[in-house]
């Protein structure tokens, strides 16, 4: 998300070339983030013994394969945002290009907003079981 935050602190006049590239940085980090939470899972699986505690391990399984499922359902409209970053030309003088500008930055602001959410709630996750694995220490 510090990405898309920086894409939404660039000035209006430099939006064709910073607000794309932070965009398509978020993209990448956002895919390779997927790439490896699936790799870790794999390595889960490999080092999982039969006297480990299930629940704790299906725990991490369901809310870390939830977080997953989101960050695969804001991909999409993460990759809508940074082709209509793209295609848009700011410095066209017609109102209606104006008008597009401004709908592209509310368009931002909400996907910006998705991405906090789900940080969010990595960081809840994440506290959670921290705390159960003191706990269980």
């Not at 602190?9 to 390779?32: E, Q, W």
């Not at 592209?104 to 789900?118: A, C, D, E, S």
Request: with cysteine.
């Amino acid at each position: 998300h510090f990405n898309l935050r920086r894409a939404l602190s660039v000035d209006d006049k430099l939006i064709n070339h910073r607000v794309r590239n932070f965009l398509m940085l978020a993209l990448i980090s956002s895919l390779v983030f997927c790439m490896m939470q699936i790799w870790g899972w794999y390595q889960l699986i490999k080092i999982i013994q039969v006297r480990d505690n299930v629940a704790t391990i299906s725990y991490l399984y369901v809310m870390s394969a939830a977080h997953l499922l989101h960050i695969i359902g804001g991909l999409p409209f993460l990759i809508w945002v940074t082709h209509k970053s793209v295609t848009l030309d700011i410095h066209a003088s017609s109102p209606s290009e104006s008008d597009r500008y401004a709908s592209f930055r509310i368009q931002l602001k909400m996907v910006y907003k998705y991405w906090v959410f789900l940080d969010v709630i990595w960081l809840y996750i994440l506290f959670i079981l921290l705390i159960g694995s003191i706990l269980t220490g």
